[in-house]
Nanobody, 125 residues
Framework: QAQLVESGGGSVQAGGSLRLSCAAS????????MGWFRQAPGTEREWVAT???????KYTDSVQGRFTISKDKAKDTVYLQMNSLKPEDTAMYFC???????????????????WGQGTQVTVSS
């Protein structure tokens, strides 16, 4: 059973950067498909990025070229480097994991088994 703990959220001005971390239980990043989602107040949870066991990455169009998902298997941690942040990136960000490869055509994890508690990102204009 995977356990996920996010950190690194905060408040930043538009154009700034943040790096989110998702600390996972042992061997999770080596055996699970990992991803980041976000949810703004009053909206549905939105997929942001996925990293496969192989290390292949996928992104939703709105963050392509600005965000980078990566993982450090030795630390069992997944990262989301967010650059050129915009006010519309403001949301609670969640880490997710799935032990099976259940992806949409775009690369979204469709049915994650495990979720973290979330970390808040606020971008001011």
């Amino acid at each position: 059973q995977a356990q996920l703990v996010e950190s690194g959220g905060g408040s930043v001005q538009a154009g700034g950067s943040l790096r989110l971390s998702c600390a996972a239980s042992a061997d999770t990043t080596s055996r699970y498909f990992m991803g980041w989602f976000r949810q703004a107040p009053g909206t549905e949870r939105e997929w942001v990025a996925t990293i496969l066991i192989s290390g292949t990455t996928k992104y939703t169009d709105s963050v392509q070229g600005r965000f980078t998902i990566s993982k450090d298997k030795a630390k069992d941690t997944v990262y989301l480097q967010m650059n050129s942040l915009k006010p519309e990136d403001t949301a609670m960000y969640f880490c997710a994991a799935d032990w099976r490869c259940r992806l949409s055509s775009a690369g979204r994890l469709t049915s994650p088994n495990y979720w973290g508690q979330g970390t808040q990102v606020t971008v001011s204009s």
